[in-house]
Nanobody, 115 residues
Framework: VQLVESGGGLVQPGGSLRLSCAASGFTFSSYDMRWYRQAPGKERELVAQIFSVGNSTNYAESVKGRFTISRDNAKNTAYLQMNSLKPEDTAVYYC?????????WGQGTQVTVSS
């Protein structure tokens, strides 16, 4: 199993970024996918999740209305579209999948929101 994030970077407040998570080594379409983030000195928190059945989604209250999680099963890729970014969104963002009870993480991608 491999999860590889990309798309992070430095953006001004109010800007947008789209993160990608390229997955391999498992049947991507059969598993829920999640994005977490971890800011310096804080615990890792769940940002968004998308379920394998029906593509339903859930979001943390802090990102509702600004972030959108999606998936392309043909490309084995999950996405996190982030709009109206705020300085408090600064963190390392991780892609996550739980497969047969084992939690898998990507290496993370840094998102910095600053003027």
């Amino acid at each position: 199993v491999q999860l590889v994030e990309s798309g992070g970077g430095l953006v001004q407040p109010g800007g947008s970024l789209r993160l990608s998570c390229a997955a391999s080594g498992f049947t991507f379409s059969s598993y829920d996918m999640r994005w977490y983030r971890q800011a310096p000195g804080k615990e890792r928190e769940l940002v968004a999740q998308i379920f394998s059945v029906g593509n339903s989604t859930n979001y943390a209250e802090s990102v509702k209305g600004r972030f959108t999680i999606s998936r392309d099963n043909a490309k084995n890729t999950a996405y996190l579209q982030m709009n109206s970014l705020k300085p408090e969104d600064t963190a390392v963002y991780y892609c996550h999948a739980r497969i047969l009870g084992i939690r898998y993480w990507g290496q993370g991608t840094q998102v910095t929101v600053s003027s």
